[in-house]
């Protein structure tokens, strides 16, 4: 089983910045992708971001390209997401997850932390 907490969420206003992290525990970390969605009020939860074992394979959702940057610490079983040039509609729930099958599918969750942009 992999254990994932996120923190690093908060109040940002439109074109502020933010860093969400995600420690693991559990299975070893460093052998999989791990990956972000988000879930806004009202909409499915959908991808953000996603980053292979060993970093050089990412990907991003069209809406967050060019702002949005993952990476990963593999000695501190840590995943991070730098979200810069926030706008409102990047208002959502963050999600980190463990990804087995594909860089847009999740097979373990966190619980999640809240980001809302004011603007």
């Known amino acids: 089983q992999v254990q994932l907490v996120e923190s690093g969420g908060g109040l940002a206003q439109a074109g502020g910045s933010l860093r969400l992290s995600c420690a693991a525990s559990?299975?070893?970390?460093?052998?999989?992708?791990m990956g972000w969605f988000r879930q806004a009020p009202g909409k499915e939860r959908e991808f953000v971001s996603s980053?292979?074992?060993?970093?050089?394979?990412?990907y991003y959702a069209d809406s967050v390209k060019g702002r949005f940057t993952i990476s990963r610490d593999n000695a501190k079983n840590t995943v991070y997401l730098q979200m810069n040039s926030l706008k409102a509609e990047d208002t959502a729930v963050y999600y980190c997850?463990?990804?087995?099958?594909?860089?847009?599918?999740?097979?373990?969750w966190g619980q999640g932390t809240q980001v809302t942009v004011s603007s």
């Open positions: 997850a463990v990804q087995f099958r594909s860089a847009t599918q999740a097979d373990y």
């Open positions: 559990g299975r070893s970390f460093s052998s999989y992708r």
């Open positions: 980053i292979s074992w060993s970093g050089g394979s990412i």
